[in-house]
């Protein structure tokens, strides 16, 4: 089993950056891609970015290309989402999640981000 933890979320202005943290406990997630994914309220989740195990593939939802960074720190258990330039549109409940096997088994509580125009 592997806890997801998220955190660093808040209200931000149009503009202005944020740095979401995702801490892993239980087992580790080095051997496991990573990824963002992110809800608004009344819209379907919506994948943000992700990273491979070992960090040699990342992808981005084309919305964010440009303004967000997906790293990790497989030392700290630990994986970011570095989210510059902020729009109202970004507004919504970022939820990281990591793999076990081919797929994505586990989830976090979720962290509110939300963008004042």
């Known amino acids: 089993q592997v806890q997801l933890v998220e955190s660093g979320g808040g209200l931000v202005q149009t503009g202005g950056s944020l740095r979401l943290s995702c801490a892993a406990s239980?087992?580790?997630?080095?051997?496991?891609?990573m990824a963002w994914v992110r809800q608004a309220p009344g819209k379907e989740r919506e994948f943000v970015a992700s990273i491979t195990w070992r960090g040699d593939q990342i992808k981005y939802v084309d919305s964010v290309k440009g303004r967000f960074t997906i790293s990790r720190d497989n030392a700290k258990n630990t994986v970011y989402l570095q989210m510059n330039n902020l729009k109202p549109e970004d507004t919504a409940v970022y939820y990281c999640?990591?793999?076990?096997?081919?797929?994505?088994?586990?989830w976090g509580q979720g962290t509110q981000v939300t963008v004042s125009s």
């Open positions: 999640g990591a793999t076990e096997g081919p797929r994505y088994a586990y």
């Open positions: 239980g087992r580790t997630i080095a051997v496991r891609d």
